[in-house]
């Protein structure tokens, strides 16, 4: 057996099985949308109008009663901060030597393209994670160095876009994430009330709140939950099929249609017990990710580090990110942090 194992070459298959993935459905679906932009300049604003307090000086009247009169503010600037991240890469002389520069019968996989590749899917990975607020249930302030989040625009009572936001004083309401317990001028938040994710339940988290009235079609609300709800859902949607007995049925989907509202299975959400309770209804058409076109998912070249007093044999490069989700009616989606 030993001089067949030193007379014989190993069977090595020349190919790299990738042992990490994940979706990222909400960023694929404002892809597809065309809202994930590119510009720079020193920071994101958006002039938005709006029509808060206008029912306080609406004024019912006869004919010979003195006419009120009164102005109010309709016009505000949220702005957005530019946040950045990097991912590093190295690799060491060592990998130059005996890798990067082998021959292809040596080189069984080229080690540095490999490193660059994982690197970008690793950044797209951590952006997704920043979407949904890197798992936390405190919003990302404006100031903090994280890109901000679904949760950091639909947290009720968090300061967004430099504008303060309370419930209990009716401050910039317009500016809150949706309530669901209705249409009425809420004075405390019922997000984390505890409920559950039905059929039922969906269509009044859109038609009983301020989501409807910002509403424009149906297909513009994805509603975003982790793998545990999805299938609670399609089972409840699955029981309700109905079929001609003898025709084959297709059984399984990754997306459902409830009233028009697609629902959207994000494994990232099935991570953390704290975020499998959480589900997010979205109005696609108030979202945006910008992206700085100064770094754009940048790769920096790689720079000897050697060369430096003191410095080590290896080279280092960096993938640059930087930009800021934003929402610009945080009125028309709806985020509820204890469903089961």
Same mark, same amino acid.
């Given at each position: ?29 404002l ?18 109008k ?48 005996? !890798? ?30 920043l ?42 309401n ?26 039922? !339940? ?58 028009g509202f697609?629902?959207? =299975? ?16 979205? !109005?696609? !058409? ?30 280092? =490069? ?14 028309? =989606? ?5 469903? =089961?």
């Open positions: 057996m030993s001089n067949l194992t030193e007379a014989t070459r190993e069977l090595f298959i020349r190919s790299v099985k990738d042992e990490v993935f994940m979706k990222t459905p909400f960023l694929d679906d892809l597809s949308r065309k809202k994930i932009t590119f510009s720079g300049g020193t920071s994101i604003k958006q002039l938005v709006f029509r808060d307090g206008l029912g306080d000086i609406a004024q019912d009247y006869v004919t010979n009663d003195t006419l009120n009169d009164s102005a109010t503010d309709y016009l505000a600037k949220p702005e957005w901060t530019w946040k950045k991240f990097t991912i590093p890469i190295r690799y060491d002389g060592d990998v130059e030597i005996q !890798n990067e520069n082998a021959g292809s019968e040596e080189q069984l996989l080229a080690l540095v393209p490999d490193l660059v590749k994982s690197a970008q899917r690793d950044a797209k990975l951590h952006l997704n994670s979407v949904f607020n890197s798992g936390s249930a405190a919003g990302v302030s404006d100031t903090g160095a994280k890109f901000q989040s679904l949760v950091s625009a639909l947290g009720h009572d968090v300061t967004y876009g430099t504008l303060t936001r309370t419930l209990s004083t009716n401050t910039r317009w500016w809150q994430g949706s309530d669901p317990a209705g249409l009425i001028a809420t004075t405390t938040s019922a997000q984390g009330t505890a409920t559950n994710f039905t059929i039922s !339940n969906i269509r009044k988290w859109v038609w009983e709140t301020n989501v409807a009235h910002n509403l424009e079609g149906p297909g513009d609300i994805g509603i975003y939950v982790c793998p545990t709800l999805f299938n609670k859902l399609r089972a409840e949607m699955e029981s309700k099929v109905i079929y001609k007995q003898g025709d084959p049925q297709s059984q399984g989907f990754e997306k459902m249609i409830v009233d697609t629902v959207v =299975s994000v494994p990232f959400l099935q991570t953390t017990t704290t975020m499998k309770k959480w589900a997010f209804i979205v !109005n696609l !058409n108030d979202w945006e990710l910008r992206l700085s076109t100064a770094r754009n998912f940048k790769v920096t070249p790689f720079v000897w580090q050697g060369q430096n007093v003191n410095g080590v044999d290896y080279y280092l =490069s960096r993938i640059l990110v930087a930009g800021n989700l934003i929402c610009n009616k945080p009125n028309g =989606s709806l985020f509820l942090s204890n469903v =089961s």
